[in-house]
């Protein structure tokens, strides 16, 4: 059974930076996009950041340039290195990774259970 494993989550000042871990586990999974959504309370989930097997990535612009997605895909793990932090970043993550099944050869989109930042003023 593959399922994403997150790490890193707490609480933090203003200004201050956390490192969010994901690992997929499962030797039996293609990993292909993986990357990290946020949902604060009362608010949509949304997209945070993006990073591609191919080294392609994607950021929301109310983060660029104080994120960082990255990658060791013979871990299959990623990586969010979150800088600069404002409490509007306040919000629980999910890491998201989708992937081909190698024994069943379907396709499936994996969730994380969620790791809170709390980022105070």
């Known amino acids: 059974q593959v399922q994403l494993v997150e790490s890193g989550g707490g609480l933090v000042q203003a200004g201050g930076s956390l490192r969010l871990s994901c690992a997929a586990s499962g030797s039996r999974f293609s990993v292909n996009a993986m990357g990290w959504y946020r949902q604060a309370p009362g608010k949509q989930r949304e997209l945070v950041a993006v990073?591609?097997?191919?080294?392609?990535?994607n950021y929301a612009d109310s983060v660029k340039g104080r994120f960082t997605i990255s990658r060791d895909n013979t871990l299959n793990t990623v990586f969010l290195e979150m800088n600069n932090l404002k409490p509007e970043d306040t919000a629980v993550y999910y890491c998201?990774?989708?992937?081909?099944?190698?024994?069943?050869?379907?396709?499936?989109?994996?969730w994380g259970q969620g790791t809170l930042v709390t980022v105070s003023s």
């Open positions: 990073a591609t097997s191919g080294g392609t990535t």
């Open positions: 998201n990774a989708g992937g081909v099944n190698l024994d069943t050869w379907k396709y499936r989109e994996l």
